[in-house]
């Protein structure tokens, strides 16, 4: 098994490539871009994150929530993201730009100001998360529980605001 263990890769672009099953445990990546890459079951371990971009990527069965929780920095463009975990990260500012993102979870996370612009959420799972200030306005299929989870100043639109209402079983007419 290939592993980029406890390596510093910065300023690679790494295009077409099948990580699967593949570790990062211990790495540090700066400024890293992987575009058209299978990032499945690949293992985080300590990861850290700076200013790094999936593009056009498949990334399933990935617990983000495992990796280095400082300065954590990455944006999903293009994506699509499954059966992975976000849980109990601050993920501030954090971008998914027309993404698939479906079942995951965002369990205790911080996605205050954060963007899901033109992305799909279906199965997404978001319990006592911050939500203030972030914006849905373009993102569909989701559903989130307002007594379960801060949605200050959140910003949606309609007819997807009724992903907001689920909770309470309210028939729309």
């Given at each position: 098994?290939?592993?980029?263990?406890?390596?510093?890769?910065?300023?690679?672009?790494?295009?077409?490539?099948?990580f699967t099953g593949k570790s990062f445990n211990g790495s540090t990546l700066i400024k890293c871009v992987f575009e058209n890459c299978n990032i499945s079951n690949v293992s985080l371990v300590y990861t850290n994150f700076q200013e790094v971009v999936f593009n056009n990527c498949k990334i399933m069965g990935i617990d983000f929530s495992k990796i280095n929780t400082f300065l954590i920095d990455f944006t999903f463009k293009n994506s699509a993201i499954?059966?992975?975990?976000?849980?109990?990260?601050?993920?501030?500012?954090?971008?998914?730009?027309?993404?698939?993102?479906?079942?995951?979870?965002?369990?205790?996370?911080?996605?205050?100001?954060?963007?899901?612009?033109?992305?799909?959420?279906?199965?997404?799972?978001?319990?006592?998360?911050?939500l203030s200030f972030a914006d849905f306005q373009t993102a569909r299929?989701?559903?989130?529980?307002?007594?379960?989870?801060?949605?200050?100043?959140?910003?949606?639109?309609?007819?997807?605001?009724i992903g907001l209402l689920d909770c309470f079983n309210i028939e729309i007419m």
């Amino acid at each position: 098994m290939n592993t980029f263990q406890e390596k510093t890769l910065e300023s690679k672009h790494f295009k077409n490539e099948d990580f699967t099953g593949k570790s990062f445990n211990g790495s540090t990546l700066i400024k890293c871009v992987f575009e058209n890459c299978n990032i499945s079951n690949v293992s985080l371990v300590y990861t850290n994150f700076q200013e790094v971009v999936f593009n056009n990527c498949k990334i399933m069965g990935i617990d983000f929530s495992k990796i280095n929780t400082f300065l954590i920095d990455f944006t999903f463009k293009n994506s699509a993201i499954s059966l992975s975990s976000f849980s109990n990260l601050m993920l501030k500012n954090i971008t998914f730009e027309s993404c698939d993102i479906h079942d995951c979870d965002f369990f205790k996370t911080d996605l205050s100001k954060s963007k899901f612009h033109n992305s799909s959420l279906k199965g997404s799972r978001f319990q006592m998360a911050n939500l203030s200030f972030a914006d849905f306005q373009t993102a569909r299929n989701y559903t989130i529980d307002p007594t379960q989870n801060t949605i200050k100043k959140i910003k949606v639109s309609f007819p997807e605001l009724i992903g907001l209402l689920d909770c309470f079983n309210i028939e729309i007419m």
